[in-house]
T-cell receptor, first 116, second 114 residues
Framework: DTGVSQDPRHKITKRGQNVTFRCDPI?????LYWYRQTLGQGPEFLTY????????KSRLLSDRFSAERPKGSFSTLEIQRTEQGDSAMYLC??????????????FGPGTRLTVT | AQSVTQLDSQVPVFEEAPVELRCNYS??????LFWYVQYPNQGLQLLLK??????LVKGINGFEAEFNKSQTSFHLRKPSVHISDTAEYFC????????????FGKGTKLTVNP
């Protein structure tokens, strides 16, 4: 069990550029979550998947944001036309759901995005 | 909808002293409750969770928390802290059934001084 991994760990980009982040969940976990954490705040939910199906999206996820989990394994989060307000830590988590929901979400180390 | 209030943004304590980090929540439905810890430049690690049953739950690293339904609280305690407990602590809730998203508080920065 190697835990949840995220790549890259840090990304600096200029305003208006597109960025893509990757998350690899714990191998047997079927649920995958994305959160955003800004300085001095707790994480805020963005979206989650069960296998390849995107089950819920937050209103925070504007049309510039898109997330995919094409084969039910790793996931990508893309931000188009980045804005300075997108600067944050993007956290990925995974969990195992056995039909009655899941309880423990395991978090990765995060990707810190800085938009200049 | 749920919300979480962590009443103290910063808590400084001396090593070997007891500590309590306060958490209150609001929800129109029954919830599960969690405490996570975040060390600098790292992700979140689960300390403990309340799902059902005994209202006193024990977690890792000597932490425990008590669920109080009437006061909608889930305070985190440790009888004797170490320097290594210095970190940010987040309380979170999740509805029972329905959405699995975690709703977090703003966090409490615990600083343990020698």
């Amino acid at each position: 069990d190697t835990g949840v991994s995220q790549d890259p760990r840090h990304k600096i980009t200029k305003r208006g550029q597109n960025v893509t982040f990757r998350c690899d969940p714990i191998s047997e976990h079927n649920r995958l979550y994305w959160y955003r954490q800004t300085l001095g705040q707790g994480p805020e939910f963005l979206t989650y998947f069960q296998n390849e199906a995107q089950l819920e999206k937050s209103r925070l996820l504007s049309d510039r944001f898109s997330a995919e989990r094409p084969k039910g394994s790793f996931s990508t989060l893309e931000i188009q036309r980045t804005e300075q307000g997108d600067s944050a830590m993007y956290l990925c988590a995974s969990s195992l759901s056995l039909g009655q929901g899941s309880y423990e979400q395991y978090f990765g180390p995060g990707t810190r995005l800085t938009v200049t | 909808a749920q919300s979480v209030t962590q009443l103290d943004s910063q808590v400084p304590v001396f090593e070997e002293a007891p500590v309590e980090l306060r958490c209150n929540y609001s929800s129109s439905v029954s919830v599960y409750l969690f405490w996570y810890v975040q060390y600098p430049n790292q992700g979140l690690q689960l300390l403990l969770k309340y799902l059902s049953g005994s209202t006193l739950v024990k977690g890792i690293n000597g932490f425990e928390a008590e669920f109080n339904k009437s006061q909608t609280s889930f305070h985190l305690r440790k009888p004797s802290v170490h320097i290594s407990d210095t970190a940010e602590y987040f309380c979170a809730v999740r509805s029972q059934g329905g959405s699995e998203k975690l709703v977090f508080g703003k966090g409490t920065k615990l600083t343990v001084n020698p």
